[in-house]
């Protein structure tokens, strides 16, 4: 289907005398804005003014950017020279220690952050170079509310290891965080989990004295008297 697109062009207002003329018996010519035209109706320069014989199928109007019409192609609205939406931006993009934009905002307790990036796509169970997850991050740090946002993400790792075999449970348990501690528990947690070295979260807590994890741990539905047996390998002189 052949369509046109006119330009801007001047309608002589009832004058049909030869250009050239008696300038005073010439009325000014009215600007009409641009029209997009349906096929077979093709403008006349010097029709007299009045209904057009064409049928306009959209006034243009004044035209401030390039029209991408005569292709078939649509315009689209044009961003703003130098802004990135987040869904333009990669989300799992890495800096050179493998650390992701959702690791960062884990560490810090960002947690707005936090869900907007899973909301987009930021990838829960990425890796840095020492195999830490932005759960193992959070979860050093004792970020509860970020903790739980990230358990609540689809196909969360909870026994994701590090490269030192340490998972989310173990490195929350070394660093003390008692609130982490049970709510990875809470959510299925294995408190037989060990890392490279056998030592099980009940062990590390025990070797740094952390009494509340140990209760804790010897409360959670899978402690068992083997696992008490394992507060021994790790004397600890209680505070």
């Given at each position: ?32 804005a641009?029209?997009?035209?349906v ?26 950017q ?15 020279p ?66 739980q ?5 689809p ?8 490269l ?10 070394d ?65």
């Open positions: 289907m052949k369509r046109s697109l006119s330009t801007a062009f001047y309608h002589p207002n009832n004058n049909t005398e030869i250009p050239g003329g008696d300038a005073k018996k010439d009325p000014a010519p009215k600007r009409v641009p029209t997009m035209l096929r077979d109706s093709t403008p006349d320069p010097i029709a007299a003014a009045g209904i057009s014989p064409a049928t306009p199928i959209q006034a243009l109007g004044p035209i401030s390039p029209l991408l019409l005569s292709m078939g192609q649509a315009s689209e609205p044009q961003q703003a130098g802004s990135t939406s987040i869904q333009d931006a990669d989300v799992n993009l890495a800096d050179k220690n493998g650390q992701t934009r959702l690791m960062l905002a884990a560490q810090d307790g960002d947690l707005p952050v936090v869900q907007i990036l899973l909301s987009n796509g930021a990838a829960t169970n990425a890796i840095d170079h020492k195999g830490q997850t932005p759960l193992m991050y959070a979860a050093t740090q004792g970020h509860l509310t970020t903790v946002a990230l358990l609540n993400a196909r969360i790792d909870i026994h994701a290891k590090a030192n075999g340490a998972t989310a449970l173990i490195v929350a348990t660093n003390g965080k008692d609130d982490v501690v049970q709510a990875l528990i809470d959510h299925g947690a294995d408190v037989y989990i060990t890392e490279y070295e056998d030592r099980t979260p009940l062990i590390w807590a025990a070797e740094k004295c952390h009494l509340p994890i140990v209760e804790t741990l010897l409360s959670a539905p899978r402690s068992t008297s083997m696992q008490k047996e394992a507060t021994k390998k790790r004397p600890c002189t209680w505070q």
